[in-house]
């Protein structure tokens, strides 16, 4: 994915001077580099969404499907009230084992759970409501998660899906990129009828990208 050179620079201006990271956001994102981990976190705007989401819906469980090292995590976390939780899913135990250290790191150890295994077996042992669901794993599931979104929440349970706009590739689904229909086949659930949603389309670090954004009808 190509990022503009401008795109990037912007995104790094609105980090320094309105999303202001902490000490544990940059540990976080450092251990995931040291460690070898693919550099697909959410951007630290994305990042600072999630958290404001989490607050002003006032979430107190939440789930996030796809933990890697933990970064949108601890946003999340730090957003919840006394007493919340969340329940984070990852497949990779040496992915489970970074973000451990890194929310134990961030005083977020208490907060979160992190759940090895694939996330369809996961999610079978766990139980709602959940008040907010952040998606953000293996696209070819996304449908699936989505429907565990609907399961294992209420209505009114907002529900983030990353990754929505995938530069462009959903004009052509068909065009080779092994996720893109995927795609497609997720954001026509959430066009239909168990959903409320909409999709805002981003430019960063990470390229042309954007985010589902939805609540359970
Ligand atoms: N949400 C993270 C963040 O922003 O910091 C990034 C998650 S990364 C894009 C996707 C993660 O999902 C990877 O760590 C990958 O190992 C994990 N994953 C892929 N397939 C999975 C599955 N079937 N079940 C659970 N996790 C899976």
Do not use: C
């Not at 689904?173 to 959430?190: C, K, N, R, T, Y």
């Amino acid at each position: 994915h190509v990022a503009q050179p401008e795109w990037t620079e912007v995104e790094r201006w609105l980090t320094r001077t309105v999303v202001k990271p902490g000490p544990e956001h940059e540990r976080a994102l450092e251990t995931a580099e040291a460690r070898g981990m693919p550099p697909i976190e959410v951007q630290p705007t994305s990042g600072k969404l999630l958290n404001l989401l989490v607050r002003i819906s006032g979430a107190a469980r939440v789930l996030e499907i796809g933990t890697l090292a933990g970064f949108s995590s601890i946003w999340m976390a730090q957003a919840l009230p006394a007493g919340g939780h969340l329940d984070t899913l990852e497949y990779l135990p040496e992915h489970a084992d970074v973000a451990r250290q890194n929310l134990a790191a961030a005083g977020l150890a208490e907060k979160v759970t992190v759940h090895v295994g694939r996330a369809l077996e996961t999610l079978a042992r766990l139980s709602g409501p959940y008040d907010l669901v952040f998606i953000d794993a293996d696209k070819q599931n996304n449908s699936r998660y989505l429907e565990w979104a609907v399961r294992l929440g209420r209505p009114g349970t907002v529900v983030v899906l990353d990754n929505a706009v995938w530069e462009g590739t959903l004009l052509h689904p068909d065009g080779g990129d092994q996720d893109a229909p995927f795609i497609v086949e997720s954001l026509e659930l959430l066009g239909g009828p168990l959903f409320d949603a909409t999709v805002v389309q981003t430019a960063g670090s990470k390229g042309w990208d954007g985010f589902a954004l939805a609540v359970v009808r």
